[in-house]
C-alpha cells in the first residue's frame, strides 16, 4: 500500500505570495492533519480534516488554511506569504478521526521564502 | 506553553549500549503517546505507541515505560545500532482528535 504522498517537495516563494500544498493520504484513510516543522519551533499542529471538514485548527494566523476533498486528498494554503513561513511542512494520515489512531506522516514539503 | 517537555536534546551512546529518552506531560486529557523516528530529509516515521492503561510496551529493541501519575514516559532502544542515529519525537494526543503535541526532539548519534 503506498504511503502518503505530498506535492511539491520542494518550493520556493517571495515574500507576499500565497502557496498550495497538497497531501494524498494512504488509500482508505480519511483523516488528514497538517503540522509545520521549524528548527525553532519544532513540529506544531496546524489542523485536522475528516470527510471534507475541519476538525481541529492549531494556533496559527488566518493566513494559514486547509481543505479536504471527496477523495480524502487535502490542500493547505498560505496567503502572504512570510519569511518566517519557512519550513517543512508536514501531512499526516488516519484511518479514523477519532484521537488515538496512528498518524502515518509524508515526507513532507519544503518551503523556502525569500 | 510546551505541554510536552523532552530531555535530553541530544544523546550519544556507544553501539551496543542503551539508549534512553525521556518526556513529560502536563495535560491530563493525552491518552495517546507515540514515538517518533525521522531522519535528515523525511517525514517524521511511526516507531511505537502507547496507552495509559498499560505502563510498559515493547516491540523489538523499542521499549515505552509509562507512568501515568507522574506523567511521564519513556523510549529505551536496547542495543543501539548506528543505523538508529536519528532525531526521535515523542508526542501526545488526545481524544478529541487526531492533533499531536510533539516535544522538543532528541537528537540520538550511536558510535561504532
Known amino acids: 500500500k503506498a504511503g502518503v504522498t505530498q506535492t511539491p517537495r520542494y518550493l520556493i516563494k517571495t515574500r507576499g505570495q500565497q502557496v498550495t500544498l497538497s497531501c494524498s493520504p494512504i488509500?482508505?484513510?480519511?483523516?488528514v492533519s497538517w503540522y509545520q516543522q521549524t528548527p525553532g519551533q519544532g513540529l506544531q499542529f496546524l489542523f485536522e480534516?475528516?470527510?471534507?471538514?475541519?476538525?481541529n485548527k492549531g494556533n496559527f494566523p488566518g493566513r494559514f488554511s486547509g481543505r479536504q476533498f471527496s477523495n480524502s486528498r487535502s490542500e493547505m494554503n498560505v496567503s502572504t506569504l512570510e519569511l518566517g513561513d519557512s519550513a517543512l511542512y508536514l501531512c499526516?494520515?488516519?484511518?479514523?478521526?477519532?484521537?488515538?489512531?496512528?498518524?502515518?506522516f509524508g515526507p513532507g514539503t519544503r518551503l523556502t521564502v525569500t | 506553553q510546551q505541554q510536552v517537555k523532552q530531555s535530553p536534546q541530544s544523546l550519544i551512546v556507544q553501539k551496543g549500549g542503551i539508549s534512553i529518552i525521556n518526556c513529560a506531560y502536563e495535560?491530563?486529557?493525552?491518552?495517546?503517546f507515540p514515538w517518533y523516528q525521522q531522519f535528515p530529509g523525511k517525514g517524521p516515521a511511526l516507531l511505537i505507541a502507547?496507552?495509559?492503561?498499560?505502563s510498559e510496551k515493547k516491540e523489538g529493541r523499542f521499549t515505552i515505560s509509562f507512568n501515568k501519575s507522574a506523567k511521564q514516559f519513556s523510549l529505551h532502544i536496547m542495543d543501539s545500532q548506528p543505523g538508529d542515529s536519528a532525531t526521535y519525537f515523542c508526542?501526545?494526543?488526545?481524544?478529541?482528535?487526531?492533533?499531536?503535541?510533539f516535544g522538543g526532539g532528541t537528537r540520538l548519534m550511536v558510535k561504532p
Open positions: 488509500s482508505g484513510h480519511r483523516s
Open positions: 499526516a494520515s488516519s484511518l479514523l478521526a477519532g484521537g488515538g489512531d496512528e498518524q502515518y
Open positions: 502507547i496507552r495509559p492503561d498499560v
Open positions: 508526542a501526545a494526543q488526545g481524544a478529541a482528535g487526531n492533533m499531536l503535541t
Open positions: 480534516y475528516f470527510s471534507e471538514t475541519q476538525r
Open positions: 495535560n491530563t486529557a493525552f491518552d495517546y
